[in-house]
């Protein structure tokens, strides 16, 4: 059987109009994809302030993961066969509800248990906010599939490179314009890092309905490959004639295969797809790693403070957007279409300026932000190559199956990237909090000769209660010393009352840990002590934030070293068109020698 398209003769100017009309638009879409999939990022921190762990996070984090890489690979077997102009507007829409009831998780808590407490509403507001992330993870698969289509389908494959490292800037501008974003919004709160990305998606996804369509077939152009044949060489304000011989109304003839078959014999069948798949596991938990906690560890490790944080993570996304552009320029025009080649290349330094990061333990912004962006600028290259290897040499029949596939094993490294990193922080940070606890039952026994250090050590409840309300004090202290000689600030005024609050909570704490009475401990006599205990408890906070992150460090380095061997088994992969080319050339090259 076989599926007939009608041509209709259009101009090459109104061809090349819609080439960079998908381009573009699937470019747009993709970034406001980002806003409503990174946007949980900067909110962390503010969850963990309402008592929401960074397990509980990791956890978050790798679901959503796992079920985006699985939405991947099914959307893009489905996406093969539908219009990506309905199939990622749709996508899109759907991701920015699911924000805004992450938003409003924290009110939503409050109206279902406005008496709980505070760690029960805790508890429910991290429930809202996982089930409502578990869908956005499912609804994130319908983003990239349609893209890669798009770009199959309008873009030949020597074009492939380039096109595909283009349109890859999307990621890059993505997350870097939303963590630009989100470095002033987080300031209102955390839940507004998820209702101003929302806002701003949902216009995105009427843009995506007015801007996308389906194959130039199906708009009446003739296969892009016949057209890019034709035109190639023709220099600028030429006109590109049709052969003589060539119908003024073609028609072009595919072989109809069943879904199955094509999956079989372009995807599950071919070992340079699965050699990918691995490859982008280790990529991934470079990229993610570093995507999903830099604020965080750039704040706890590194001792930046949030917002900078927020612009060094910005800044390894803008790099990466250079490493992108240049990897496509290498498959296509020095590696002749041979995209693993180029992410050997880009994995060698990746490993080189992860190395460093993890070796040079400095807090300094400047260079902080310099590993960063070199991390950035090498590992975005790989990732965007990956999928475009994989699309062009399963064929456009799988292209996005192909890539999907790539991209689940990506996801996949989200189990590592999400619980595994907060599991492995939150591990290794256990011994730091028992010598803090230690500390501080030793310190607060030393200042208040009526309390007995085991009996404090062994009240786990008592003990913890002090050190946060210690921990909040100090923070409300330095806020407050940050205001100074702006007393008459209405911003001033709302820190002024919170350090009051935190200082009657720390009395409290104290009181029912000594059993003094909050007269005794608020005197001038007792001064002294209670600043001793406040500085221990922000000393010791500052060394637990500190001690898990190396190995997490340590991590990027091997799983660049991995990536790295994986594409020296593929280095000289290419699309089939590529190859059947080469032959050709081959075969001229040998027939005129003869």
Avoid at 502 to 515: E, I, M, N, W
């Amino acid at each position: 059987m076989s599926n007939k398209v009608s041509i209709r003769n259009h101009s090459d100017s109104s061809y090349e109009y819609w080439r960079w009309r998908i381009l573009i638009g699937t470019m747009i879409g993709y970034i406001f994809f980002y806003f409503v999939r990174k946007s949980i990022t900067m909110a962390m921190p503010g969850l963990e302030s309402v008592g929401v762990t960074k397990t509980t996070l990791g956890i978050f984090l790798t679901i959503h993961g796992v079920l985006y890489g699985v939405s991947r690979f099914i959307n893009g077997v489905w996406s093969d066969r539908v219009n990506p102009r309905y199939f990622m507007s749709i996508g899109l829409f759907l991701a920015a509800l699911t924000n805004v009831f992450c938003g409003y998780a924290s009110d939503l808590a409050t109206a279902f248990m406005p008496t709980a407490p505070e760690a029960e509403r805790a508890t429910l507001i991290a429930w809202i906010i996982g089930s409502f992330w578990i869908i956005n993870g499912w609804v994130q698969g319908m983003g990239f599939p349609p893209c890669a289509k798009s770009l199959m389908h309008w873009f030949a494959p020597h074009e492939h490179g380039i096109k595909f490292a283009t349109w890859n800037i999307s990621h890059n501008f993505g997350a870097g314009c939303l963590f630009i974003l989100n470095a002033f919004v987080v300031a209102l709160g955390w839940k507004y890092c998820f209702l101003v990305p929302a806002a701003l998606s949902l216009l995105g996804a009427i843009f995506l309905f007015w801007a996308l369509r389906d194959s130039p077939e199906k708009e009446g152009f003739e296969p892009v490959e016949t057209y890019y044949a034709r035109t190639r060489g023709i220099k600028k304000g030429e006109t590109a004639e049709k052969p003589a011989e060539a119908p003024e109304t073609p028609v072009v003839e595919e072989e109809k295969t069943s879904l199955f078959q094509d999956l079989c014999k372009n995807v599950f069948s071919n070992w340079a797809v699965w050699v990918l798949c691995f490859a982008n596991f280790f990529v991934y938990i470079v990229r993610f790693s570093i995507l999903d906690w830099a604020p965080t560890f750039l704040s706890q490790s590194k001792g930046l403070d949030l917002s900078a944080a927020g612009w060094a993570t910005a800044c390894y996304e803008i790099f990466g957007a250079c490493g992108v552009v240049l990897s496509g320029v290498l498959m296509d025009k020095v590696f002749n279409g041979r995209g693993a080649k180029a992410c050997f290349v880009y994995m060698l330094g990746c490993g080189v300026a992860s190395f460093w990061f993890w070796r040079l333990d400095s807090e300094s912004l400047v260079l902080n932000i310099l590993l960063l962006s070199l991390i950035g600028f090498f590992i975005y290259g790989p990732q965007c190559l990956i999928g475009c290897v994989a699309s062009t040499i399963a064929t456009k029949k799988s292209g996005a199956a192909s890539s999907g596939l790539t991209g689940l094993f990506g996801y996949l490294a989200t189990i590592v990237t999400g619980f595994g990193v907060g599991y492995l922080v939150d591990g290794a940070t256990a011994p730091a909090k028992a010598e803090r606890d230690q500390q501080m039952a030793t310190i607060v026994a030393e200042k208040f000769e009526s309390v007995d250090k085991d009996a404090l050590l062994a009240d786990s409840a008592k003990l913890s209660a002090l050190v946060k309300s210690c921990e909040a004090y100090y923070d409300a202290s330095r806020s407050l010393e940050n205001f100074k000689g702006k007393e008459n600030s209405e911003k001033y005024e709302e820190i002024h009352e919170k350090f009051a609050t935190r200082a009657d909570k720390l009395t409290s704490c104290l009181a029912d840990v000594t059993g003094e009475s909050p007269d005794v401990l608020t005197s001038k006599a007792r001064v002294e002590d209670v600043s001793r205990v406040v500085e221990v408890a922000a000393l010791e906070r500052a060394h637990i934030s500190r001690a898990g992150w190396p190995r997490i460090f340590g991590m990027l380095v091997f799983s660049s070293i991995a990536a790295l061997i994986l594409f020296a088994l593929i280095f000289n992969t290419a699309s089939p068109e590529v190859i059947a080319e080469e032959k050709r050339r081959k075969e001229e090259a040998a027939a005129k020698k003869a």
